[in-house]
DNA sequence: AACTCCTACGTCAACGTTGACGTAACCAAG
DNA sequence: CTTGGTTACGTCAACGTTGACGTAGGAGTT
């Protein structure tokens, strides 16, 4: 039997005080030093690099951010719905992108719309005394957040508002784009419009209703209730409710679908009925492979990468100490036209 | 003007100190109430727990580590080419989702298949002491990851193996899937198969190139090197290669796409040829709305969850001591039949 | 020559926490 | 009543680092 292994049993990882013995100085010194801070001579300087190479010294963030009068670990939290979403992991990418170029890093999770799994990641990036967080908050209430908003953590929401007071977030024109896409498919000639909608307690799903709205209001069409089905989360219960709305005694001629998994799901019932060239359908989010389609489908494209790069931009404001009132930012979406958005009804 | 505001002026983070004041004890007594560890008394206990309540005061686990024996920071770091990338994204969750059941966070950052932003990152995760690092490997030599592995950090190399030993990986079936796949066009009649396949100093692509070469050799089928077309490096060079095949004089009448964006490419190529119903594809990598393409591209698929569970199971067992010999894990995929593979040569 | 000022170091304590160890009180057994 | 053991605490130092401050020596000024 070996001794039950540490990985490494007798080294211990170098410390400033190692380097220091090794280059004959303080330990003052050697952080001077690794710092790059003046009061160093070029002599030592050279002879405490020499050292620190040699014993393959590390510094110690955690150590040193302990001690450091600032506190900062150079670390944000980023919670997000679930990482596998490719929404998600483009906005993480752009999020950890723009910390990376301040010398900030990124913890990650996701609480799986939960907010009890929320809770306890908070928590957990709380004690790892992280500088700010960005969150794609959970459905259901936001005590957790505000708690630790309230505590003076920098924070930033992303797709959806705060329901507390004092806090930044970003989204995108959701309303808006959504009563132009709307008013597009009117100006078409398209009389009888669905809605196919997200879960409605999502602050977007409810944003682009409203937006639907507006849309039909602004172009003089009246609304059918039974052309409006909602909480359709994920692509099977939208395969059902588009199923169902081409049961209906007057189906619609174009389809209006806020959210991307919606959007596929009412272009497989499309596609199976043979209806794809015949009914309009502009999708809220893009996807990939929307253009592969056929016909290719049209789009209300969300700026997944700006989003991402304002919330950093906000969140590490904060950090360093902007204390101006809280944003609400509006990252603009854009149309794209791809065929689906542009077929005229039949009359 | 404001004083240049620091975000609480005057609010101290509460420590233990606080704690043990306002409930009359000794820090000790209230460090054994926050970890749960005996030796507190019921009474003693009710009213260090409150005093935490009244205070707001949460555990500083960066000091927590810095003071205990094991030096755990239970924070593991994940390194991977884009997290914008899909791929990449469901890694990181699964790692992410494995990792938390134990208590575990994440550290995530993209190396853009750079070496040397691989190799600053690695230093910071180094700095932050994370307890183990799971990577998918930049191209280029892997000098800075066998330096951070020598030094005993626990080390999983995702998807690629590692150019030096001792080390930990993940892979799934590249060669054999491929091999298979092959073969199955091969069995279907096709005797001019042809290979578009990512960048050569992949280790994926080389792998998947062999499993091609073996697939051929296994059904009696030659190699036609003009059919074989490499270091395609998005969906861009693979649409050009693929269009090249078709000027040929005898041109390929199935395609082996080694990788999803190059079977994207080439599918690009194939409709607006309208040989899409008439060239057999199969894929590497299954990617969103492949079924829902005209006909379903069938593809090889990797079990990304599981590779990234595995990875995690991996790095997590190291960080607990397990010394057992190092492990190169295959994670198996599957061939998904979708219709694009099934098509049989004209004559 | 005495003075200031600056540079290049060093010393010390502290950040928030916990391991090692000490101690007082109590109970049970001899 | 002592002895031994257990329980419930407390005391102290240390983890690796840096802020505050001290000091020795040299250069420049009067």
């Not at 292994?5 to 007798?10: Q, S």
């Not at 951010?65 to 490719?86: H, K």
């Not at 906005?91 to 306890?120: F, I, K, P």
């Amino acid at each position: 039997m070996e001794p039950t292994g540490r990985r490494e049993p007798t080294m211990r990882e170098p410390t400033m005080r190692d380097v220091a013995a090794l280059a004959n100085v303080s330990t003052k010194t050697v952080s001077r030093v690794i710092n790059g801070l003046p009061g160093a001579g070029t002599e030592v300087t050279d002879r405490v690099r020499a050292a620190a190479r040699t014993l393959g010294y590390r510094p110690n963030l955690t150590a040193s951010s302990l001690r450091r009068s600032d506190r900062r670990s150079a670390t944000i939290g980023v919670l997000f719905e679930d990482l596998s979403n490719p929404f998600d992991a483009a906005l993480l990418r752009a999020v950890e992108d723009r910390a990376r170029h301040s010398g900030v890093l990124v913890l990650a999770g996701s609480n799986e719309d939960d907010h009890t799994l929320q809770r306890e990641l908070l928590l957990s990036l709380s004690a790892r005394r992280v500088d700010g967080v960005v969150v794609m908050a959970a459905g259901g209430h936001q005590d957790a957040l505000q708690h630790e908003r309230e505590r003076g953590t920098p924070m930033v929401l992303v797709d959806r508002p705060p329901t507390f007071g004092g806090t930044d977030c970003v989204t995108t024109t959701n309303r808006e784009s959504s009563r132009d896409a709307v008013a597009r498919l009117a100006a078409l000639g398209h009389r009888d419009i669905a809605f196919l909608g997200d879960r409605r307690t999502l602050w977007t799903s409810q944003e682009r209703y409203t937006g639907y709205v507006e849309g039909l209001a602004q172009a003089g069409v009246a609304l059918r209730g039974e052309l409006v089905r909602t909480d359709l989360h994920g692509a099977d219960l939208a395969e059902t409710a588009t199923a169902e709305l081409f049961c209906l005694e007057r189906p619609p001629t174009a389809l209006f679908t806020a959210q991307n998994l919606v959007t596929v799901g009412a272009m497989r019932v499309l596609r199976a009925r043979d209806l794809h060239r015949r009914v309009a359908v502009i999708g809220f989010d893009d996807f990939p492979l929307a253009d592969m389609l056929d016909p290719g489908i049209t789009v209300v494209r969300q700026d997944v990468p700006g989003i991402g790069r304002k919330a950093a931009d906000l969140v590490l404001a904060r950090i360093d100490g902007d204390t101006s009132p809280p944003v609400h930012a509006v990252v603009p979406a854009a149309l794209v036209p791809r065929g689906s958005g542009e077929i005229v009804p039949l009359s």
